[in-house]
């Protein structure tokens, strides 16, 4: 018994100091998750891109609801909503581009999605289709992306955002996907679920919290395990 309070009193500080890592890294997710380009990790699973700076929860519901329709409908779009510099990660060079951001975030995702990919800023929108990287005989690698057609004239006649607020960029997505739908002769509904889509820094968040609870749960079982087979008298 004495074995085992030893062994107990090592382990248990060990696990309160991996849980409060945990917690810790998912209280500040931008500075744990910071990467190249936030919007190709969450576009890889999900059809919107919120920014970090939230906005307020019905008209993002509503927006997640109107994208999804559109997809159930054959209308294939995934959707960034870029408010600041930081949601652009590691190329804040991009803000105010949307053409540019349009074609970078595509071919960021062309190994997961080649559909439609829509981009509204405060400047505008941008949209790409089918993007990918290509290399040259020299080595000189170049974005290549559909031009946007006719839906990119679509776009050209769709009122901009209000302003720079989370709230007037959402609105002005949800404009912008039933303009575009609207062309298909799409006619979207809010298919959104009881739960609504997490913006990019939020929803992630979430993730790593749960993960990390996980992840201590199973080594204090593991620990466990291992010193009730170890305990002195056991066969």
């Given at each position: 018994?004495?074995k085992?309070?030893?062994?107990?009193?090592?382990?248990?500080?060990?696990?309160?100091?991996?849980?409060a890592?945990?917690v810790?890294?998912?209280?500040?997710?931008?500075?744990?998750?910071?990467?190249?380009?936030?919007?190709?990790?969450v576009?890889?699973?999900?059809?919107?891109?919120y920014?970090?700076?939230?906005?307020?929860?019905?008209?993002?519901?509503?927006?997640?609801?109107?994208?999804?329709?559109?997809?159930?409908?054959?209308?294939?779009?995934?959707?960034?909503i870029?408010?600041?510099?930081?949601?652009?990660?590691?190329?804040?060079?991009?803000?105010?581009?949307?053409?540019?951001?349009?074609?970078?975030?595509?071919?960021?995702?062309?190994?997961?999605?080649?559909?439609r990919?829509?981009?509204?800023?405060?400047?505008?929108?941008g949209?790409?289709?089918g993007?990918?990287?290509?290399?040259?005989?020299?080595?000189?690698?170049?974005?290549?992306?559909?031009?946007?057609?006719?839906?990119?004239?679509?776009?050209?006649?769709?009122?901009?955002?209000?302003?720079?607020?989370?709230?007037?960029?959402?609105?002005?997505a949800?404009?912008?996907?039933?303009?575009?739908?609207?062309r298909?002769?799409?006619?979207?509904?809010?298919?959104?679920t009881?739960?609504?889509?997490?913006?990019?820094?939020?929803?992630?968040s979430?993730?790593?919290?749960?993960?990390?609870?996980?992840?201590?749960?199973?080594?204090?079982?593991?620990?466990?395990?291992?010193?009730?087979?170890?305990?002195?008298?056991?066969?």
């Amino acid at each position: 018994m004495l074995k085992l309070a030893e062994c107990l009193h090592r382990t248990v500080p060990a696990l309160a100091l991996v849980l409060a890592a945990a917690v810790a890294a998912a209280a500040h997710p931008p500075a744990a998750l910071a990467d190249g380009d936030p919007a190709s990790d969450v576009l890889a699973y999900q059809p919107v891109f919120y920014p970090y700076a939230p906005a307020p929860r019905t008209p993002e519901h509503r927006l997640s609801g109107l994208v999804k329709s559109a997809n159930q409908q054959g209308y294939k779009i995934r959707i960034a909503i870029i408010q600041s510099r930081r949601d652009l990660g590691a190329v804040p060079e991009l803000f105010g581009k949307p053409s540019v951001y349009a074609r970078f975030l595509g071919s960021e995702l062309s190994s997961v999605w080649r559909g439609r990919v829509l981009i509204v800023m405060a400047d505008g929108y941008g949209l790409s289709q089918g993007a990918h990287l290509v290399r040259s005989s020299s080595g000189v690698e170049r974005i290549v992306a559909a031009t946007g057609g006719p839906d990119a004239l679509v776009l050209r006649h769709v009122a901009p955002p209000a302003g720079p607020t989370p709230a007037d960029l959402v609105s002005a997505a949800e404009r912008a996907v039933r303009a575009l739908a609207a062309r298909h002769d799409v006619a979207l509904v809010d298919a959104s679920t009881a739960t609504p889509a997490a913006s990019g820094g939020r929803s992630r968040s979430t993730t790593v919290l749960a993960a990390a609870v996980s992840a201590v749960v199973g080594l204090a079982a593991g620990t466990l395990w291992f010193l009730w087979r170890t305990r002195p008298g056991r066969a």
